[in-house]
């Protein structure tokens, strides 16, 4: 594994440890100032910019947020863009598979997009390279 691909993972790791702990500043922290962002959370319409993104994570943080865990994560970097694809659960519910796309500002990795949806059949291996 790549030094920029362990970064990327960091990245994405600090992000469902803001999630869990519902942790805004971090969460703010997290996601891009200078590139466009966008979420689209499970069964939401597409966010796009910064500030409807980081109001949504405001709501979803200040509420009983649910306890979530991230794994089977695995990087992909392409430059001085990266995307994480991973398996997301929440409150023990039915998984949820997740891409995070990030973007190198200054020497850090910053989430510029974040995408989940329901799974509808779930495979038991890991991708290759990926964190359980």
């Known amino acids: 594994m790549s030094p920029d691909e362990i970064a990327v993972l960091e990245a994405n790791?600090?992000?469902?440890?803001?999630?869990?702990?519902?942790?805004?500043?971090a969460m703010e922290e997290l996601w891009a100032r200078r590139a466009p962002v966008a979420c689209i959370h499970p069964g939401w319409d597409a966010l796009r910019g910064r500030k409807r993104?980081?109001?949504?994570?405001?709501?979803?943080l200040a509420g009983d947020a649910p306890a979530i865990s991230c794994t089977f994560a695995s990087a992909h970097v392409l430059g001085e863009a990266a995307y994480v694809v991973c398996r997301e659960r929440i409150d023990g519910g039915p998984p949820v598979v997740a891409t995070n796309v990030y973007v190198r500002?200054?020497?850090?990795?910053?989430?510029?997009?974040?995408?989940?949806?329901?799974?509808a059949e779930v495979r038991e291996?890991?991708?290759?390279?990926?964190?359980?």
Do not use: N, T
């Open 105 to 119: 500002e200054g020497s850090a990795w910053k989430l510029c997009h974040h995408q989940a949806g329901m799974v």
């Open 125 to 132: 291996e890991a991708p290759p390279g990926a964190r359980a």
């Open 53 to 60: 993104v980081m109001e949504s994570w405001q709501g979803i």
């Open 13 to 25: 790791s600090a992000f469902y440890r803001a999630f869990a702990a519902r942790d805004l500043p």
